[in-house]
């Protein structure tokens, strides 16, 4: 079944650290790729998307994503986190040509000390 | 401004009852989307609908009524409510494919507490 894993499920890290939160898909053919952040009490926000063409793509807040097709990964990247990126980050796959349908990672949450 | 609006924001009721989670999207898309975040803030999606048609039944019980008045709501019923109902239900929607954008837009959420 299609399916899609963030290996990371809660990091802690103090601010100015450098972020990388994984995420790994399963579904072999074209897919689009997205990572969404949910902050607390809000509803989910659309960070950055990948499509196709340059698969370094960056998104809002300083936050980019490297799509690499072999190793079926979108793995998402800060260089310097801030205490307000704390936060649900959510990697999702949807499948080209398909319905719509968003397949959501089971979430990382996101802990920034000051 | 408001883009995907949901009502209400929480809902708690008991074991039995029936309820109904309004949303509405004033983004002139077509395609709207019904999701559900347990409590281990695990997203699924349960719906889909397009211009008013259902194009995504996602093995949902049939206690779960999806109504597309026009392309701009998607309201969902949920008849004889469980426990296992508790959830935080999210409402989205997207432009055409055509548009070239098939990013979500997502509404706020409705936490629904069964007790």
């Known amino acids: 079944a299609q399916s899609v894993s963030q290996h990371n499920h809660h990091v802690i890290l103090s601010e100015a650290a450098s972020l990388e939160l994984g995420c790994n898909y399963s579904y072999g053919g074209t897919v689009n790729l997205f990572w969404y952040v949910q902050y607390p009490g809000q509803h989910l926000q659309l960070l950055l998307k990948?499509?196709?063409?340059?698969?370094l793509v960056k998104g809002i807040k300083g936050f980019e994503a490297e799509f690499i097709k072999s190793k079926f990964s979108f793995n998402l990247r800060k260089p310097s986190v801030q205490w307000s990126d704390t936060a649900e980050y959510f990697c999702?796959?949807?499948?080209?040509?398909?319905?719509?349908?968003?397949?959501f990672g089971q979430g990382t949450t996101l802990q920034v000390k000051p | 401004d408001t883009a995907v609006s949901q009502t209400p924001k929480y809902l708690v009721t008991q074991m039995g009852n029936d309820k109904s989670i309004k949303c509405e999207q004033n983004?002139?898309?077509?395609?709207m989307y019904w999701y559900k975040q347990d409590s281990k803030k695990f997203l699924k999606i349960m719906f889909s609908?397009?211009?008013?048609?259902?194009?995504i039944n996602e093995t949902v019980p049939n206690r779960f009524s999806p109504k597309s008045p026009d392309k701009a709501h998607l309201n969902l019923h949920i008849n004889s409510l469980e426990l296992g109902d508790s959830a935080v239900y999210f409402c989205a929607s997207s432009p055409p494919r055509s548009s070239g954008g098939n990013e979500q837009f997502f509404g706020p959420g409705t936490r629904l507490t069964v007790l």
């Open positions: 983004l002139g898309h077509d395609t």
């Open positions: 990948y499509f196709s063409g340059d698969p």
């Open positions: 999702a796959v949807r499948r080209s040509g398909n319905t719509g349908k968003l397949i």
């Open positions: 609908y397009n211009n008013k048609e259902l194009i």
